[in-house]
């Protein structure tokens, strides 16, 4: 029975490591978007709020819904600061998980790298010992021969 190289080991633990970086970047990935998404929907609901303040221009509203109106707007726009934050915040997370994945992924390839030239080298190895065998019967055959 062959004995299993330890590198054989490591190369599946690098690829356990590697998926596992791959998913934590995918969540991060999702976590971003989303964060995003909701930014972007918080300030186009910024903008709605705005044009239909605009269109109610040239009609009488009264103070308290005057002070209201900008009331909500700053809270909106605390809103989008906040979430201008949590962007900022999910891309660095996100940006730390791919590099986090390259690095895995990096470590795999050289695992897969080392059993390469130890495959190689070991190809070469029985390439050699194969042909000193032949060269061994073929020096049999010639000393064999009648006639010598």
């Known amino acids: 029975m062959a004995k299993s190289d330890p590198l054989d080991t490591v190369l599946k633990l690098t690829l356990d490591a590697e998926e596992q970086a791959s998913l934590q970047l995918r969540s991060a990935q999702l976590t971003y978007q989303k964060c995003q998404d909701q930014l972007n929907a918080l ?20 103070a308290s819904n005057y002070h209201q109106f900008h009331q909500f707007i700053r809270q909106i726009d605390e809103a989008i600061t906040k979430q201008h934050f949590a962007v900022t915040e999910t891309d660095k997370q996100r940006h730390i998980a791919q590099k986090r994945w390259q690095d895995k992924q990096q470590k795999r390839k050289a695992v897969e790298l080392l059993l390469e030239k130890k495959a190689h080298k070991r190809q070469l190895r029985e390439m050699k010992q194969e042909q000193k065998l032949i060269d061994e019967f073929a020096m049999q055959q010639f000393f064999r021969k009648p006639g010598r």
Request: net charge positive; charged share 25%; hydrophobic share 25%.
């Open 43 to 62: 300030q186009q609901y910024r903008l709605d709020y705005m044009k239909q303040m605009e269109q109610k221009q040239g009609q009488v509203i009264s």
